[in-house]
């Protein structure tokens, strides 16, 4: 029985070690979170492209929403994760301190939720997505694969839906937009603004001055 069960487990390791190395190269064929945005709203929007294809304004405006130290961290900042621990404790708005790092870990292998476990993962895939896929790719596969919409997943569908056009055509102020949403996209849309969205947008156009690609 013992035997089995270390096999198991050996295959379990190969297919995941297998299918990061897989994930460096490729987008994924779909994730847990598209599976549910179909079944809740009978629709999977989505359009992968490669990194170059999307545009600087983009992803500065999603780095400069999410994730400011991007280039900066090993896959953690712990300095929000102190901060939004911090804020928990007070009782305030819960928030997370999730790098892009992360939250592609959780997208690509994961599923939403919150939980010891789950955060384990996010931990460990998080880690190796750090050491095999680099920057570029992480970034890549998260403006492909992150909700940003009902039903509407990556930046490029995300443009299409709110815009009518190409990632890599969206505007300064366009791709804020779209930043903006984040990480709410089932409540928030660009196009029904809020007075907080509406704030939040022009934080994020700042912010944007502040980014540097690499």
């Not at 999603?62 to 102190?82: L, M, P, R, T, W």
């Not at 928030?95 to 476990?117: D, E, M, P, V």
């Not at 299409?160 to 849309?189: G, H, M, R, V």
């Amino acid at each position: 029985m013992w035997k089995k069960i270390k096999k198991l487990i050996y295959i379990v390791i190969l297919a995941n070690i297998l299918f990061i190395v897989w994930g460096k190269f490729f987008n994924p064929p779909v994730t847990l979170t598209q599976i549910g945005g179909l079944m809740e709203y009978g629709k999977l929007k989505r359009d992968y492209i490669s990194y170059d294809e999307m545009g600087t304004n983009v992803k500065k405006a999603v780095i400069a929403a999410e994730d400011q130290s991007f280039y900066n961290h090993n896959g953690f900042d712990y300095k929000a994760i102190q901060k939004a621990m911090k804020s928990n404790e007070k009782g305030k708005k819960l928030r997370g301190g999730s790098t892009i790092s992360q939250q592609t870990a959780k997208n690509i292998f994961l599923w939403q939720g919150r939980s010891y476990l789950r955060k384990g993962l996010e931990a460990f895939y998080t880690f190796i997505i750090e050491l095999v896929w680099g920057k570029d790719v992480i970034l890549e596969r998260y403006l492909n694969s992150i909700e940003m919409g009902r039903g509407v997943f990556g930046v490029e569908a995300a443009s299409e839906y709110y815009f009518n056009k190409s990632s890599k055509n969206l505007t300064k102020s366009e791709a804020a937009w779209i930043a903006t949403i984040l990480p709410n996209p089932q409540k928030y849309d660009p196009k029904n603004p809020t007075p907080y969205l509406n704030k939040k947008h022009n934080w994020i156009l700042r912010q944007m001055n502040n980014v540097t690609m690499k």
